[in-house]
């Protein structure tokens, strides 16, 4: 079955940096466009980044030039590497496909910015 499970997330001082790591299995990850969305508390989930699966990568203007989205196939993972991190990021970051039609969503891990 798809799974997609997260790691990485944690607490950070405003202007550091933290890798989130998506472990996809369960499907041809290789073949999929895929995404890390995330949701503020009180707020609806936003997409913050996007990678086809073919490597052309797409990001909200919040997180434009501070955040990287990338995939390794050999590994069938895909990574957020957050840097200059501002409280406005916490959140609870979500690793998304839709695979074989439907959304999958992974576990979840939180992320907070504060001093």
């Known amino acids: 079955q798809v799974q997609l499970v997260e790691s990485g997330g944690g607490l950070v001082q405003p202007g550091g940096s933290l890798r989130l790591s998506c472990a996809a299995s369960g499907f041809a990850f290789r073949l999929y466009d895929m995404g890390w969305y995330r949701q503020a508390p009180g707020k609806q989930r936003e997409l913050g980044a996007r990678?086809?699966?073919?490597?052309?990568?797409n990001y909200v203007d919040s997180v434009k030039g501070r955040f990287t989205i990338s995939r390794d196939n050999s590994k069938n993972t895909v990574y957020l590497q957050m840097n200059s991190l501002k409280p406005e990021d916490t959140a609870v970051y979500y690793c998304h496909g839709v695979i074989y039609g439907a959304n999958y969503w992974g576990q979840g891990t939180q992320v907070t910015v504060s001093s």
């Open positions: 990678i086809t699966f073919g490597g052309t990568t």
